[in-house]
């Protein structure tokens, strides 16, 4: 039983810890004070509250080691928790007490890091988690846990609105746009097939990946595998919380699969790994063109955001490159072949055609050279004007003696939708359904939601749900097409040209 125990002029409260240990706590100016608080501990042991007064000792680092090694979670989940704490919490608190840290450190310290205001937000989002399982055997309280209605209400809603606007999304005719440039910039059909499968089935990137020719059937999809990149390699699991689901395909979409899986692109991965859950070679719908997996942040940066953007983005490192501009042949068909980019012209100075190893020569130059149309290389002419004899594949180019090709038809792209990412097409994928009125249940069933609550136990898809979702994309895949039509009845890519000549009767 606790009790009170005079020590000079103040007193400390006595109690017995869950171990049989006795326990202290000084510094009380009345006995009545110190018993009261030995009877507290004593209960917060029976409520199972107990905070042992050692434990805040704990440094953050230790506790850092322990709650990790316990952690169950996805690879991805714990590569995250890993580079947040080994990069931003631990170089300040690591040598900290658990008991020594308080809110206001931790906001200042969230405040000044030298990083975007996202990677700060995430940092100090997995120190709170870090820190709420050590309440209560370590810490009464977590000093990380942001208080609500805290902080100005201005920067919050400039906050709430920048993360809207980063949510960027497209309309089902923008998505068919988008899926035409991919395949050019790739140079590869493929690519139309990965980018409107993407859009009208509102998978996720990693499940995209992770399909298998089997998994298409006529009129469904199973979504049951993801394959996801971590540290170079791929590792095969279950989609994101459990959502496996089987989608309905549009007939379009069903067709357009079909024949992409009577390419003769590859279908079997390259992977060999032994161990499990990591790829270990097998078939697969979406592969590159050398039958490797698309990487999610190459396959961005190349070809990705250039097509929704019109720019390729910048890039830094160890060989930093400054944004530029698409560029694109329209000497053939809509909307132009890309070409080897020049650096972006600067408003109010004069511009000149780039020159010299590493440029392609698309215009001439008036400097005694020109375009062979052979070889597409930049020769010597002769006084006549015509290309001087030189060597192509080997042997005497025929462009030899020829005069030069004409200039190129050079234009850019303008933007489709600027800052899109591969994820803001399953963005995309609910607004269109908004627009078609389908019913929630089956919204969250293609989306792989859960529906919250006993609306949840007891609503279920219907089959006229699922024809009148069928036949919604349907009609806005044709309404694409129609207007991508309208545009030009050619297209440079030749899946694409195909439909659009297969359309002209609807």
Request: glycine share 8%; aromatic share 8%; proline share 8%.
């Amino acid at each position: 039983m606790a009790y009170a125990e005079k020590r000079g002029n103040l007193w400390r409260a006595r109690w017995r810890g869950p171990n049989g240990r006795l326990e202290s706590e000084p510094g009380f100016t009345s006995k009545r004070a110190a018993a009261k608080y030995g009877r507290d501990q004593e209960a917060a042991i029976r409520n199972d509250t107990y905070v042992d007064p050692r434990s805040g000792l704990l440094r953050v680092t230790e506790w850092a080691n322990t709650w990790f090694a316990a952690l169950d979670l996805e690879r991805t989940t714990l590569a995250n928790y890993r580079y947040h704490l080994e990069s931003h919490v631990l170089p300040v608190f690591g040598e900290r007490e658990l008991r020594s840290l308080t809110p206001e450190e931790i906001a200042i310290w969230e405040r000044e890091l030298q990083v975007s205001r996202r990677t700060a937000r995430e940092a100090r989002s997995v120190f709170t988690t870090m820190l709420n399982d050590a309440i209560p055997r370590y810490i009464k309280l977590n000093p990380a846990a942001r208080k609500r209605g805290k902080g100005r209400k201005g920067q919050r809603r400039i906050d709430r609105a920048v993360q809207r606007t980063e949510k960027a999304w497209v309309s089902p005719f923008q998505a068919l746009l988008l899926a035409e440039r991919c395949a050019l910039l790739s140079g590869h059909d493929d690519d139309f097939a990965l980018v409107i499968t993407a859009a009208y089935t509102a998978a996720r990137w990693s499940e995209l990946m992770g399909l298998a020719p089997e998994n298409v059937r006529q009129g469904e999809l199973d979504i049951h595998w993801k394959l996801y990149e971590l540290d170079g390699h791929f590792y095969r699991g279950r989609p994101k919380d459990g959502s496996m689901r089987t989608v309905d395909l549009p007939p379009f979409l069903y067709r357009l699969l079909e024949k992409h899986l009577r390419s003769t692109a590859p279908r079997t991965c390259h992977c060999g790994h032994r161990e499990e859950p990591w790829c270990a070679g097998q078939d697969y719908l979406f592969l590159t063109a050398q039958g490797g997996h698309h990487r999610r942040s190459t396959y961005s940066e190349r070809t990705f955001r250039p097509a929704a953007d019109g720019w390729y983005p910048e890039r830094g490192g160890k060989v930093p490159r400054p944004a530029r501009p698409v560029l694109v042949d329209l000497a053939g068909l809509w909307p132009g072949r890309p070409v080897a980019p020049w650096p972006p012209a600067v408003p109010g100075e004069p511009f000149h055609p780039p020159t010299g190893r590493g440029h392609a020569r698309l215009v001439s130059g008036g400097d005694g050279r020109g375009r062979c149309s052979h070889c597409r290389r930049t020769q010597l002419l002769r006084l006549d004007g015509t290309l001087i004899r030189h060597v192509g594949s080997g042997s005497t180019c025929p462009g030899s003696g020829e005069p030069p090709a004409a200039d190129a038809v050079l234009a850019s792209w303008l933007p489709l939708r600027a800052g899109l990412t591969p994820h803001g097409l399953r963005h995309s994928h609910e607004p269109w359904m908004d627009d078609a009125a389908i019913p929630y249940v089956l919204q969250s069933e293609r989306m792989g939601h859960e529906v919250p609550g006993m609306r949840g136990t007891y609503a279920h898809p219907t089959p006229d749900m699922r024809r009148a979702l069928v036949a919604a994309l349907e009609r806005v895949w044709t309404k694409s097409l129609r207007a991508r039509r309208a545009i030009s009845e050619r297209s440079a890519v030749p899946i694409l040209d195909a439909l659009l000549a297969d359309s002209k009767g609807s």
